[in-house]
């Protein structure tokens, strides 16, 4: 290390460093207080996180410890790189080597890789995910002779979840908790469940924890080797530790006792994985003599939205308790705007962003927080429409997926003969005998008379020149190409899929491998065909897809955000947007029918964490009516809307005028005439028309029944095909001229003038008038 690389390094004890001066007197006592425990219990936005990493980086730069000695646990991946992004600016190049600075999963998978043979598995072993996870335990409750129907893997697998989250083995399972799954059988099941798993040479989420918990506890040898490594350890978003997560840091803390732990019970929104806020409480009894120093001063947001934050937690029982302040701009108030359906919250919002961008906002300050998955493919649609740069943290990767990547293969060579680079990935899946000599021939061939692979294959069927075994199953394949692009115009995209998958062999292929993972890939190819129902035709769908995926990689750096709030917990945004505050999605239902009280007091830490995100905007939406897994729901304005404090927010209806409350309105829309929406397209029920959904308590609504005075939502659908009657005149790129003598649906019959082409059944679409 020289002094060239490192000016600052080691610190100069006579000067702060420069990131010191920028803390507050309780932020630098936090950065110092480097020795023992400590606890930093704060609310949103304080400069927790700058803290932490500013002793970090103070922890290296006095030498107490190289950056490969502390041990820096964040809460989700995205946290860990934000982390390696401060202390990187803090430190610089010294930053890049921290390996044990990362999320607990990660950090446990780390280290269960080197001891992995202690517990039995190879240090190669793989991670399932939750399909597979369900699919094995069906197999072992289906082997038990256990009724499946009644007694489903999924809840076993949540039952064995939560277990492992405590950190519980399965000889540990005793008494009542035996009890909870089919008649006693729970515990049974788990131990086949992990012996299973070993066989397999595999582990789920919760076992990089759980075996890393029996290693240390079991090997003190180990222990001691991570007793010597970390020197320090310090946790973000301590708030959210399960109770494993809690009984791993205590063994690896229990020598040196240097943990420096920071949270907020606020913000505690993960106790449906386990996680435990008594942790926070416990701190104090297991660590002695551990310091505990507050933060008040908020940093990030503007007084208005800090307080319809902190107005909004105040109604929440269970909570410590704490003040905020901030020296900011007032700065406006918070915004909470009711529009008719999703699809206008999603218009709505968009133009809200365009009238930012004129402003020269870069997408990268906004973001949108959405409770459920569910909600973003509303936004999706309308971003891809108005080519708005975007990116989804943590979505479905569905289109990503090996399987999916290989049959969207398959349908590009079907649409688009040329296209290469689908034609070389799939040529030999399943295995065609098809092998490197073969395709390098392929590339010649292709290459030398500047043709594509799929007719430079052609060219060497003809010929003959390849070995008669590949000559053949290189036919089969160009004969199948050829037959399922005829069929296209004769049977739906869909189900000329579905017939690929299975002459293709590829289904085949995946039955015989047999594996935990298998059945799953089967699964997600059936629902790729479904998927493909909702376009109008093959090449609009990759269109679509290729949009979707394209979004993923592109160059533009500065698009707009899209994530759940469960998701954006510890960053920041200039400009945030809530949309769906409607009861039932926000709070979810599910918490209000599972978890009673306790559900919706996270639900609403949610909400506070979701307002605290935004630095200077915050806008908050509903929708009257919203489609819900395919059903149109009506919709009430979330209860947490009321309970935001009326001073600091600015209610806006765009279903009518402004009025006292959102509930007033929906009150009075049910006694009076009810209000039309100019900008709808559709006819629309109003809300009070469609079943009741409101009463004692929330109930969920029902799906909208067509009243005779009003028509049913129709949902939106994709490029609609061009209508045509019986006798038209059309005309089709390779069939030429003809005329309808039929029309059903989107598809038409017709007789073309050349006898040799006939009569043929198309997608309407396919031919012009
Ligand atoms: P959360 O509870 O959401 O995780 P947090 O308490 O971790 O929030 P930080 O993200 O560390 O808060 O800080 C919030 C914002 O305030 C950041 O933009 C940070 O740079 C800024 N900040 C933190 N401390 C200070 C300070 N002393 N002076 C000026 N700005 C600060
Ligand atoms: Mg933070």
């Known amino acids: 290390m020289t002094d060239s690389l490192y000016p600052s390094f080691p ?8 990131y010191l001066n920028r803390l507050n007197p309780e932020q630098k006592e936090v950065v110092r207080t480097t020795e023992g425990p400590l606890l930093v219990l704060a609310g949103a936005g304080t400069g927790k996180t700058a803290a932490l990493t500013a002793r970090l980086a103070y922890l290296v730069e006095t030498l107490k410890a190289w950056p490969s000695q502390i041990l820096a646990v964040t809460f989700t991946n995205k946290a860990a790189r934000e982390m390696q ?17 990362g999320t607990f999963h990660s950090i446990a998978a780390k280290m269960l890789r080197r001891h992995a043979e202690l517990i039995g598995l190879k240090s190669n072993f793989i991670i399932l995910d939750t399909d597979d996870q369900n699919r094995l335990l069906k197999q072992l409750i289906q082997a038990q002779g256990i009724d499946e129907k009644q007694w489903p893997a999924k809840q076993l697998a949540g039952i064995i979840d939560r277990w492992k989250n405590r950190g519980l083995t399965p000889d540990k399972i005793v008494g009542k908790e035996e009890d909870s799954f089919a008649d006693g059988q729970g515990a049974g099941l788990y131990l086949a469940y992990q012996k299973r798993l070993l066989s397999l040479n595999a582990c789920d989420f919760g076992d990089l924890l759980l075996h890393m918990l029996v290693i240390l506890t079991k090997h003190p040898d180990v222990l001691e080797s991570y007793h010597e490594r970390f020197r320090y350890i310090m946790v973000d978003e301590y708030q959210d530790t399960n109770q494993a997560q809690y009984l791993w840091l205590r063994l690896l803390a229990q020598k040196k006792r240097n943990i420096c732990c920071v949270g907020d019970d606020d913000q505690s929104i993960y106790s449906w994985r386990g996680a435990e806020v008594a942790n926070i409480l416990r701190f104090e009894e297991d660590f002695s003599g551990a310091k505990i120093i507050r933060l008040e001063h908020n940093y990030r947001s503007t007084p208005h939205i800090l307080a319809a934050a902190s107005g909004l937690i105040t109604h929440n029982n269970a909570r410590l308790g704490k003040t905020l302040w901030t020296e900011r701009d007032q700065g406006e108030k918070v915004k909470v705007v009711g529009v008719w359906d999703g699809a206008e919250e999603a218009r709505q919002l968009v133009s809200d962003v365009q009238n930012l961008r004129r402003m020269r906002v870069p997408l990268n300050n906004m973001a949108i ?35 999916i990547r290989d049959a969207l293969a398959y349908l590009r060579v079907i649409t688009q003969p040329t296209d290469d680079l689908a034609f070389e990935r799939i040529v030999n899946v399943p295995k065609r005998g098809i092998g490197k000599k073969a395709m390098e021939k392929l590339y010649q061939t292709a290459y030398f008379n500047q043709i594509p692979l799929t007719v430079a294959a052609e060219k060497l069927i003809s010929e003959k020149t390849l070995g008669s075994k590949i000559t053949q199953s290189l036919g089969q394949l160009m004969d199948s190409f050829a037959d399922w692009r005829k069929s296209l115009q004769f049977i739906g995209h869909a189900d000329v899929t579905r017939k690929m998958l299975d002459e293709s062999g590829y289904k085949a292929m995946l039955r015989a491998v047999n594996d935990v993972q298998s059945a799953g890939r089967l699964e997600n190819l059936t629902e790729l065909a479904r998927a493909m129902e909702e376009y109008d035709d093959l090449s609009s769908f990759l269109e679509h897809v290729s949009l979707v995926m394209d979004h993923e990689n592109d160059p533009i750096d500065d698009k707009i ?35 009673g009280l306790k559900s919706l007091e996270e639900e609403r830490r949610l909400a506070y964490v979701g307002i605290t995100r935004a630095k200077k905007f915050c806008t908050i939406s509903h929708a009257a009516n919203r489609r819900i897994y395919g059903q149109w729901m009506a919709s009430t304005p979330s209860r947490f809307i009321d309970e935001l404090p009326e001073d600091h927010t600015d209610q806006k209806s765009l279903l009518r005028k402004k009025t006292s409350g959102w509930r007033d309105i929906w009150a009075e829309g049910r006694s009076k005439n009810p209000p039309r929406y100019d900008t709808a397209k559709e006819a629309i029920t109003p809300p009070w028309q469609l079943a009741s959904n409101r009463g004692a308590g929330w109930q969920r609504a029902q799906r909208a029944q067509p009243s005779s005075t ?8 994709k490029n609609s095909a061009p209508q045509y009657k019986v006798g038209d005149t059309v005309k089709h790129n390779k069939f030429g001229q003809g005329i309808v003598n039929e029309v059903d649906g989107d598809k038409v019959t017709v007789e073309f003038q050349d006898k040799d082409v006939g009569v043929k059944k198309l997608l309407a679409q396919f031919v012009s008038s």
């Not at 202390?87 to 390996?99: I, R």
């Not at 960053?571 to 039932?584: C, K, N, Q």
């Open 369 to 403: 927080l959405i409770r459920a998955q569910f909600q973003s493919r509303e936004f999706e649609d309308i971003f891809i429409a108005k080519s708005l740069p975007y990116r989804i943290i943590g979505g479905f990767r569905f289109y990503e997926r090996a399987e």
């Open 11 to 18: 610190a100069d004890p006579a000067q702060e460093p420069a």
């Open 710 to 717: 009003s028509t049913p939502i129709k949902p939106f659908k």
């Open 561 to 595: 955000t899209l994530m759940t709030m469960h998701a954006a917990k510890g960053l920041e945004f200039d400009y945030v947007f809530l949309p769906g505050w409607e009861e039932g999605v926000f709070p979810s239902q599910r918490s209000l029918d599972e978890g």
């Open 85 to 101: 992004m401060r202390v990187g600016e803090l430190m610089g190049s010294l930053a890049e080597n921290m390996p044990w600075l």
